[in-house]
């Protein structure tokens, strides 16, 4: 029987090959080593770009643990002929995070969406898990500008809530590279990631697709035909997903 490889490499970005459990332990293990770790879920339009843009590709690596989110990913690597063990997306691992976190005693800080948003998340949240600590919340309508005076003043309202954990909603990869240029100033993180538009879910104001559209991987299917406006950037990623493929099979054979 084949081994089951390490890690699988997708257009030069190197995604360690975990088990949903295995996954969870590394997360845990990030949690309690207080290390300030950074935990991204890239798509395969955000690989095709990083393969453009040398610093997005870095981005990515500077990552402690880069999770497979969209059934593109785990597909082209199943077709490339190294599948990942499993699939996790950022949602659900950041709903593992919060559950996790409740009994353990860790404060959690939501940032980004439009105002209000997480507000609401934050109410929802904090009744699905009783136990659980938001200590502060923030809209992403500001001036991210690393320097400039509305980060400043944000970097500072994060610093003073001393959360345990940066959940950050901007979309990508603005979301990474904020995260990839403040983290480090926040001393309290113990882990930060980014979740594109769970707070827009966790809200009320976005409903997800029904459990077998996702147990089947087809939950962008299911957005595009909720949301039509989305169908050019389906179509891009479809785009996408065969770029990736073609280029993962003719690094294969130059093996």
């Known amino acids: 029987m084949k081994a089951t490889p390490k890690t699988v490499t997708l257009l030069g970005i190197p995604f360690e090959n975990l088990s949903e459990s295995e996954a969870k332990q590394r997360i845990a293990s990030l949690l309690a080593n207080r290390d300030n770790a950074k935990i991204f879920t890239p798509n395969p339009q955000f690989l095709a770009r990083a393969q453009k843009e040398p610093h997005l590709s870095e981005l990515l690596r500077s990552a402690d643990l880069l999770l497979p989110d969209g059934v593109g990913i785990t597909l082209t ?9 499993t699939r996790m997306t950022g949602i659900d691992t950041a709903e593992w995070i919060l559950s996790y976190a409740a009994p353990h005693g860790l404060s959690v800080f939501l940032l ?35 320097d400039s005076a509305d980060n400043r003043q944000i970097l500072s309202r994060i610093r003073q809530a001393e959360p345990d954990i940066l959940f950050v909603c901007f979309g990508f990869p603005e979301q990474e590279r904020w995260i990839g240029e403040n983290a480090e100033s926040l001393p309290s993180l113990r882990l930060s990631m980014g979740l594109g538009g769970s707070f827009d879910i966790w809200s009320g104001n976005l409903r997800r ?8 991987g087809l939950e962008w299917l299911w957005r595009s035909f909720r949301e039509p406006r989305r169908l050019p950037s389906v179509l891009r990623s479809t785009k996408t997903l065969c770029q990736i493929f073609i280029q993962q099979r003719r690094e294969s054979k130059a093996q």
């Open 112 to 146: 980004g969406a439009k105002p209000g948003v997480a507000e609401q998340a934050r109410e929802r949240l904090c009744r699905q898990f009783p136990a659980l600590r938001i200590c502060g919340t923030h809209h992403g309508y500001f001036n991210k500008y690393k």
């Open 77 to 85: 690597a199943r077709l490339g002929g190294t599948p990942l063990q």
């Open 209 to 216: 697709a029904p459990q077998v559209w996702q147990n089947m």
